[in-house]
């Protein structure tokens, strides 16, 4: 179309090379610079599923931003102890300048009598996302707090991405191939875990350091057992890990708290359907417990049902970073071949 406009025009060929070649020179200037002045970004800074608030207040009230932060304080779930998933900071907007900027999170709210929502990505660091809201009133946030209410959802999934991307990075593939072997699926293995135990259509792996125990724990779920794992999935869960998963005291070991809240969810992980459940658990015999997620695959022509149970023991400290390193390996899953 641009050809036949320039030949509309009554243009020599040369001009219209000429032209031509000025537009293409341009658009090439244009993307080089773009290219450049990424490189020429800092990386950003800040803790997981921390978030910067930008604050405004010439143009909303303290009650405006004390609704938005309601609404994105969003529970973690069932926890020994009540825990948001976001951590938020709040900064005005005459001293957002300097290594503030750089946070991987950011919620700028501008006034605007359109609501609006856009995500933006690299705009003063390196792998960063900056959310704008565009809202004229407090009233007008209450109009959309479910779109303001599934924030925290983006944010963790943009957090899971970069857990993933560094997972893929560096990780254990002795353990991963060991993992296809054993369950004819792939999982990735992040640097820093161990093999706890192996047997046939059974894996567990460990991460232990001074401030906390993470666990993912694999099982090929046998016939006679599909009823009970989809009826009755935490007594299921017990009969798994009771004879493997032991405390520090003779006798002592892990099961599913059955006075705990439990919160179950449908989820697809690469196109694979599965049961998410996430509840406590407790050392019988002894005074320890924690989080557990589990994860229950119903099975396939090819893949038979499988179980990912994982658990963190952190006592004492926030449970959001280290839940969402166990999810993040768990969505490495998938149905490939071995390599």
């Known amino acids: 179309m641009f050809i036949k406009l320039l030949n509309s025009c009554k243009l020599t060929k040369a ?30 800074i800040g803790d997981p599923l921390e978030l910067v608030v930008v604050r405004d207040s010439d143009a909303h009230t303290n009650r405006f931003y004390q609704t938005i932060k309601n609404l994105l304080n969003t529970d973690l779930g069932p926890s ?10 709040e900064i005005e907007n005459n001293k957002f300048t300097g290594i503030l900027q750089r946070h ?51 944010i963790k ?19 991963k191939n060991k993992i296809l072997e054993n369950h004819n699926v792939s999982m990735l293995v992040p640097n820093g875990f161990f093999l706890a135990h192996l047997e046939k259509g059974l894996t567990w792996i460990r991460r232990e350091t001074n401030k906390l125990s993470q666990g993912v724990f694999l099982a090929n ?20 890990i009771r004879p493997h998963i032991l405390g520090p005291i003779s006798g002592s070991y892990m099961i599913t708290d059955k006075n705990a809240p439990v919160k179950k969810d449908t989820i697809s992980i690469n196109g694979i359907e599965m049961i998410k459940q996430q509840s406590l658990w407790r050392m019988k015999n002894d005074f320890m417990g924690g989080i557990y997620v589990s994860y229950i695959f119903h099975g396939s022509s090819q893949v038979e049902p ?3 149970y994982t658990y963190l023991y952190s006592p004492g400290e926030p449970k959001k970073t280290p839940l969402i390193q166990l999810d993040a390996i768990v969505r490495t899953l998938s149905f490939k071949s071995y390599n």
């Not at 900056?130 to 809202?135: A, L, P, Q, T």
């Not at 794992?229 to 798994?240: G, H, L, N, P, R």
Request: with cysteine; aromatic share 10%.
């Open 15 to 44: 001009q219209q090379y000429i032209i031509i070649s000025i537009i293409v020179f341009f658009g090439v200037f244009f993307w080089l610079s773009k290219l450049q002045l990424q490189s020429e970004l800092p990386n950003a």
């Open 80 to 89: 020994p102890q009540p825990e948001s998933i976001l951590s938020i900071i």
């Open 104 to 154: 991987h999170n950011i919620l700028i709210i501008t006034k605007s009598d359109n609501f609006n929502i856009k995500f933006e990505n690299d705009v003063f660091a390196k792998n960063q996302t900056v959310i704008i809201i565009s809202c004229n009133s407090e009233h007008e946030l209450i109009s959309n707090e479910e779109k303001i209410r599934q924030l925290h959802e983006e």
């Open 157 to 175: 999934t943009v957090e899971i991405n970069r857990l993933i991307t560094s997972i893929e990075k560096k990780n254990n593939n002795n353990l």
């Open 221 to 240: 779920i046998p016939p006679e057992m599909e009823q009970l794992f989809f009826t009755q999935t935490s007594i299921a869960i017990d009969s798994m």
């Open 306 to 308: 499988f179980i990912i």
